[in-house]
């Protein structure tokens, strides 16, 4: 009952608030370039050396489509940090990018505006826009529901350097499949074409061999990856189109000192939960402690959307509502004293290790984490 009540609550409160009248949730008016999820974007991709075998194939003809909405939620959980108090920074790529990309639709390229600016601003773009296209890239043709920052995973003794006089070269994630397989992933991203990527991707060769993982088994194809984006300008690279690179170079061996670690699995969920204010329901996760006051979930009385139960976290500036389906927050919740990773290996199959699609209504990431657009045409079916 007290969970159904919450619900109400949730809805008349999201009905009334203000910013909820305005057409893109409680986002400035006066924004030039709004990104929308039906924005869809191309570009190329491609992997060195050719021909590797991937979870879902890469497009070899086509290149990857995208909503721009999509590459910059991406970009906005990449960015939160697992155990530092909600930061309104982590919505600073939805704010700023979006205009950066207006007019150049179907294209993933920078308007032309952006060579008027400080070089400074354009690099920083780059760079964290590629992270967001990195980690669409390992979701969705990798098959990696859960990135971790690799920061957070030498704190918790999740990883260890193979050169000690390299401490400071390391690379940004950790990744993990449902089978707890491991993953190294460094990111890089720059304007410019081509040669303007290469010598990052060979420096992040460099950081992925740099490190290895304590508690769990790398993968045995693609267990150390860099994955670089070069983001051609409109008018300026005419005939260069934006391409995201991923290279695969050796390493060495992986440990297995704590096999049942799930110290990653609860570090990516952190920065989800995070990134929507979570803050508490995070700090518990890592630290292993109940919800203290929390009701019982109860998946009958979750709210639903195409027949699927999910829990909300909270609404985006943009009029995103998110959630966690719910035999992933059920998974979360229930053993957050034991050991989570087999409850959540348990409910992703469901996930087909893939992103599921829900059309205009928006999609389900394959770490169960769901995302609806445009929270007014949708509320009714939701709660």
């Known amino acids: 009952m007290m969970l159904s009540c919450k619900f109400t609550w949730l809805k008349r409160t999201l009905r009334n608030w203000p910013w909820m009248q305005a057409p893109h949730g409680f986002a400035p008016f006066y924004l030039p370039y709004v990104p929308r999820a039906g924005d869809i974007r191309e570009w190329n991709v491609e992997i060195n050396p050719p021909g590797i075998a991937t979870p879902r194939p890469l497009p070899s003809n086509n290149p990857l489509r995208i909503s721009l909405h999509r590459i910059l939620i991406e970009t906005g959980i990449a960015l939160t940090l697992a155990r530092t108090t909600s930061d309104p920074r982590s919505w600073f790529a939805l704010y700023r990018y979006g205009a950066d990309f207006a007019g150049t639709a179907p294209r993933l390229r920078f308007y032309s505006g952006v060579t008027q600016k400080d070089s400074r601003l354009t690099a920083v773009a780059s760079e964290e826009i590629a992270i967001g296209i990195a980690w669409y890239i390992l979701r969705q043709f990798f098959a990696l529901p859960h990135i971790a920052d690799v920061n957070e995973c030498f704190r918790t003794g999740e990883l260890r350097y193979v050169h000690r006089r390299l401490n400071n070269r390391r690379p940004d994630y950790l990744c993990t499949d449902s089978a707890n397989d491991a993953v190294l992933v460094e990111c890089k991203g720059t304007t410019g074409t081509r040669s303007d990527i290469s010598g990052m991707l060979q420096d992040g060769d460099t950081q992925v061999r740099n490190v290895t993982p304590t508690n769990l088994t790398l993968r045995n194809t693609c267990g150390r990856m860099v994955i670089g984006t070069h983001f051609c300008v409109e008018g300026k690279h005419p005939r260069s189109e934006t ?55 109860d998946k009958e009385r979750l709210p639903e959307i195409d027949e699927i139960p999910f829990l909300p976290l909270g609404v985006t500036p943009f009029n995103d509502l998110v959630g966690i389906v719910g035999p992933i927050a059920m998974a979360l919740l229930s053993n957050i004293e034991g050991n989570i990773k087999k409850n959540i290996a348990d409910s992703l199959p469901s996930l087909e290790n893939n992103t599921i699609d829900l059309g205009t209504k928006g999609y389900i990431l394959s770490n169960g984490v769901i995302v609806l657009h445009d929270i007014d045409s949708v509320l009714e079916e939701v709660i």
């Open 243 to 297: 391409t995201t690179i991923i290279e695969d170079p050796d390493g060495a061996e992986s440990g297995r000192d704590d096999p049942e670690s799930d110290m990653v699995v609860r570090l990516s969920y952190a920065k989800c939960l995070r990134f929507m204010g979570q803050d508490v329901f995070a700090e518990r996760l890592i630290a292993k402690t109940p919800m203290i006051g929390f009701p019982d979930l």
